[in-house]
């Protein structure tokens, strides 16, 4: 699920966290980095059980509708069915692995706040998306997996409600939530009908050598605080740490630290992983500027022979 550019802003807000709560201790950073990570997961389980809170939704209003003993006018019943007989929600519903997962880690609250859990479900049915679907006579797994990405992409990724209610449980959720719609759109898409409850429970993380590239960007950023400033201060004359932007300090640093202390990673993925997240969570110029910065101590470093390069490397 994450890559590393995910990682690097991960490491971002740990040291921009730290620098907020004017507290150095190396420890609580790499803990609050580990714990950051882990919650990312947590959220990626939260959307995939409001999907199950949906279908929930839906099967009790057809039980209620199925006790009637006259059908209303316009009653809507075999549309119910048709949503309730979904089968890639049938799948998240009966996968055992996940409800595990989700009761290991307490997500299973939205009952807690189903006011979201209906706003969703009114919107899904208020949609076309949802009113064309019923009206096909198509079906298979295929129609019903479209239906779910649909829905998933129209209307509860870019749900400001839902949003909000995440923003508010987890700070550091407000960055997440873009790259977990993201990833779990495109998992949603890859599902097939005989895939395995473990497809829904992706890895976090490539490998272990992820989470210690985590650690070590964190630690050695940290460590060497004072002499990365003196690299900086020495490529720009005017040097004010009060004037130029918090974020941009961290990501030049990380970057820094990243080009001495990091030899399998080539210097020009490194400047360009800083330069794109600069764009996403600094100023419009700050790009500009830290690539400068960044452009003059790779020629440095490389006269001076302190750049220890091997093989292409991994983003």
């Known amino acids: 699920m994450l890559t590393r550019r995910h990682i690097r802003v991960k490491v971002m807000q740990s040291i921009y966290a730290l620098i907020q709560s004017k507290d150095d201790s190396l420890e609580k950073q790499k803990k609050f980095l580990d714990v950051s990570i882990e919650n990312m997961y947590s959220l990626y389980l939260l959307l995939l059980s409001l999907l199950i809170e949906v279908h929930q939704m839906a099967d009790n209003q057809l039980k209620l509708s199925s006790k009637k003993y006259i059908a209303t006018a316009g009653d809507d019943l075999p549309f119910k069915e048709k949503f309730v007989a979904n089968k890639l929600l ?12 989700l009761e290991i880690r307490k997500l299973n609250n939205w009952y807690l706040n189903e006011e979201y859990v209906k706003l969703i479900y009114k919107s899904i049915l ?111 004359p005017n040097w004010d740490k009060d004037r130029i932007a918090g974020i941009d300090a961290i990501l030049m640093k990380m970057a820094i630290c990243e080009l001495l202390n990091f030899p399998s990673i080539p210097e020009k993925v490194t400047i360009n992983e800083y330069l794109e997240i600069a764009k996403e969570y600094s100023t419009p110029k700050s790009s500009i500027f830290i690539n400068g910065i960044l452009d003059k101590l790779v020629k440095e470093y490389k006269k001076e022979g302190k750049l220890n390069k091997i093989g292409r490397g991994l983003l």
């Open 126 to 236: 208020e949609s076309n998306i949802y009113l064309k679907y019923m009206h096909t006579k198509d079906n298979s797994y295929d129609k019903d997996k479209e239906l779910i990405v649909d829905l998933f992409k129209e209307i509860i990724a870019p749900n400001e409600k839902i949003y909000d209610y995440f923003e508010d449980d987890k700070l550091t959720w407000v960055d997440d939530i873009p790259i977990v719609n993201t990833y779990l759109l495109k998992h949603l898409k890859k599902v097939k009908e005989n895939s395995r409850d473990a497809f829904f429970l992706p890895s976090l993380i490539k490998d272990e050598e992820d989470m210690q590239y985590a650690q070590k960007l964190l630690s050695k950023t940290l460590l060497t605080n004072d002499d990365l400033e003196k690299e900086i201060e020495g490529k720009t």
């Open 90 to 101: 049938l799948q998240l519903v009966n996968n055992e692995q996940l409800k595990e997962e």
